[in-house]
């Protein structure tokens, strides 16, 4: 029998009452009944951003967001620059040359973050640069960028602060509007807890807007302004949306306020603090020095092979974690506890993994890890 639990940064696992309120029959995009749905998560997705301003439902993976952000704003030619500390930094910098803009990088080693610091340094090296790109929770690492002090910083110039929030949004705290972020992209198969198909782009405001009217990069699927008049015409989305997955995110959204953000973002800290405890526990070594709450990273210790460690995890003990990416790939192990995940699953990844390591000869006491989780947990 083949049974597995899926702890891997995206996809996440799905509640059965999110994925079920997806599976109807085919609501017309354009019937009122959807169009009053549709209002209505638009609103509501402002709060998960803590917005004022708009939330635009694309339909693409969160890379079609963070392409939104740089096609609607940004001209070739223009500065811009990029914090980079692993594989979705490096996204930013990619699209950002794809076209055409000078990026300015921020280049740390992955496992570290980018600081309001550097980028204040950035800024007055740069003070032609019209955007800060920036990643709030780098999933290839597992660190959590203090987005919080960095938009204050960018703010005050005449640049815009761009953030991924694709993994991170719905499972840490986001406020858009307070901390000065300008353009958020999210994505739907992480925290937000449904399946890969949707992306999220949350607008702050009036500094947005302006640049786009000064961008010329030609677009059409993209352009902002083309949802931002569906919006105001009240048919809400310029080309058909994906009904179903919008009538499941409405279920998300339900799970999610039932239980109040503050909690949500509570709890994954708490299986975060758990998560850490587990490794630390274990004698392994946590590979990201600003650890995000959605994900634990350890680096694989010596002389073990890291892609038996995942193949065994999964096939001998039914648990999908994830490898590192890129330099770090068979080097890092990332647990995720985003979304629909409890301290269950996060009990049943740590035993896995400790059955793995075991079984590869790792000299570790099996059940210290599982130990530490359940410590942390009845805190
Ligand atoms: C932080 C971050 N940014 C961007 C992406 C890319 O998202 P997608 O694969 O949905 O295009 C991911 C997905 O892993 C991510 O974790």
Known sequence: MKKELLMTPGPSQVPHEVAAAGAVPIMHHRSGEFKEIYGKLTEDMKKVFGTKGDVFIIGSSGTGAMEACVVNTLSPGDKVIVGITGKFGERWQKLCETYGMNVVEITKEWGDIVTAADVHRALDENPDAKAVFVTYSETSTGVRTPIEEIGPVVDKTGALCIVDAVSALGGMEMKMDEWKLDLVAAGSQKALMLAPGIAFLGVRGEKVWKACERSTIKKFYLDMKLYKKAVEKKSYTPFTTSVSLCLSLRAALDMLFDEGLENVYAR????????????????????????????????????????????????????????????????????????????????????????????????????????????????
Do not use: N, W
């Open 268 to 379: 994954h800290s708490k299986l975060a603090a758990a998560g850490r405890a587990a490794v630390t526990a274990l004698g392994l070594e946590l590979f990201a020095k600003f650890p995000s709450e959605i994900e634990t990273v350890f680096k694989v210790p010596d002389g073990i092979d890291g892609l038996e460690l995942l193949r065994i995890a999964r096939e001998h003990y039914g648990v999908r974690v994830a490898g590192g990416q890129q330099p770090y790939k068979g080097k890092i192990v990332r647990i995720a506890h985003m979304g629909y995940c409890t301290g269950q699953d996060l009990i049943q990844a740590v035993a896995a993994i400790e059955m793995a390591l075991v079984e590869l000869g790792a000299k570790i006491e099996p059940g210290s890890g599982v130990r530490a989780v359940q410590e942390e947990l009845l805190k």
